[in-house]
T-cell receptor, first 115, second 112 residues
Framework: DAGVIQSPRHEVTEMGQEVTLRCKPI?????LFWYRQTMMRGLELLIY????????DSGMPEDRFSAKMPNASFSTLKIQPSEPRDSAVYFC?????????????FGPGTRLTVL | GESVGLHLPTLSVQEGDNSIINCAYS??????FIWYKQESGKGPQFIID?????DKRQGQRVTVLLNKTVKHLSLQIAATQPGDSAVYFC???????????FGGGTRVLVKP
C-alpha cells in the first residue's frame, strides 16, 4: 500500500493567492482528516470527513479555508486568499473503523510558505 | 523536509539507555490514548495505544502507562536507539475515537 499521498510536498506562494492542497487516502479508509502543524500551536485538527461527508469542521480557522471530498479517494484543502500566518505544514490522515477505535495514518505533509 | 522546528521540550538520552516521555492530558472524559512518533520530514506515525480500562500496555521495546487519577500518560522506550530520535506526541480522544487532540510533543535526541 502506498499510504496516504499528499501533493504538493512544498508550496511557496504570495499573500492573496489561492492555494490548493491535495490528499489521497489509503484505499478502503472511510475517515479522512486534515491537520495543520505550526510552531506556536502544534498539531491541530482542521476538519474530518466520514464517507466523504464533513463531520466536524470546528477547527477550520476562518472562511478563507475550505475542504472538499468529492469521492472516497480524493480530498482538497483550499485557502483563498492565503496569508503569511497560514504558513505551516498541513497533514492529511485517513483511518478505517476497527471496533470502537481506529488508528489514523498520516501522509508526509505539505509545507506551505506564504510570502 | 516537513520538520516544523517546534520549540519543544527535549529529552537527551544515551544510546542503550531507557527513555521516559511524559504527557499530561486535560479531558477527564478521554478514554483512548495514543503515542505517535514524528521523524524529521515525515508525518506522525502510530506507536502504541491504550484504553482507559487499562493502566499499562507493552509493545516491542515500548510501554505505555496510564494514570487516570492524575491524568498522566507516559511512554517508556527500552534500550533507546539512534532511530528513536524523533518528536513524540501523545493524543487523546473520547467516544468513537475519531477526533484526536494532540499534546505539544517532546523531542528525543539519542546520543551515540
Amino acid at each position: 500500500d502506498a499510504g496516504v499521498i499528499q501533493s504538493p510536498r512544498h508550496e511557496v506562494t504570495e499573500m492573496g493567492q489561492e492555494v490548493t492542497l491535495r490528499c489521497k487516502p489509503i484505499s478502503g479508509h472511510d475517515y479522512l482528516f486534515w491537520y495543520r502543524q505550526t510552531m506556536m500551536r502544534g498539531l491541530e485538527l482542521l476538519i474530518y470527513f466520514n464517507n466523504n461527508v464533513p463531520i466536524d469542521d470546528s477547527g477550520m480557522p476562518e472562511d478563507r479555508f475550505s475542504a472538499k471530498m468529492p469521492n472516497a479517494s480524493f480530498s482538497t484543502l483550499k485557502i483563498q486568499p492565503s496569508e503569511p500566518r497560514d504558513s505551516a505544514v498541513y497533514f492529511c490522515a485517513s483511518s478505517s473503523p476497527s471496533g470502537t477505535y481506529n488508528e489514523q495514518f498520516f501522509g508526509p505533509g505539505t509545507r506551505l510558505t506564504v510570502l | 523536509g516537513e520538520s516544523v522546528g517546534l520549540h519543544l521540550p527535549t529529552l537527551s538520552v544515551q544510546e542503550g539507555d531507557n527513555s521516559i516521555i511524559n504527557c499530561a492530558y486535560s479531558n477527564s472524559a478521554s478514554d483512548y490514548f495514543i503515542w505517535y512518533k514524528q521523524e524529521s520530514g515525515k508525518g506522525p506515525q502510530f506507536i502504541i495505544d491504550i484504553r482507559s480500562n487499562m493502566d499499562k500496555r507493552q509493545g516491542q521495546r515500548v510501554t505505555v502507562l496510564l494514570n487516570k487519577t492524575v491524568k498522566h500518560l507516559s511512554l517508556q522506550i527500552a534500550a533507546t536507539q539512534p532511530g528513536d530520535s524523533a518528536v513524540y506526541f501523545c493524543a487523546e480522544t473520547s467516544a468513537a475515537g475519531n477526533k484526536l487532540t494532540f499534546g505539544g510533543g517532546t523531542r528525543v535526541l539519542v546520543k551515540p
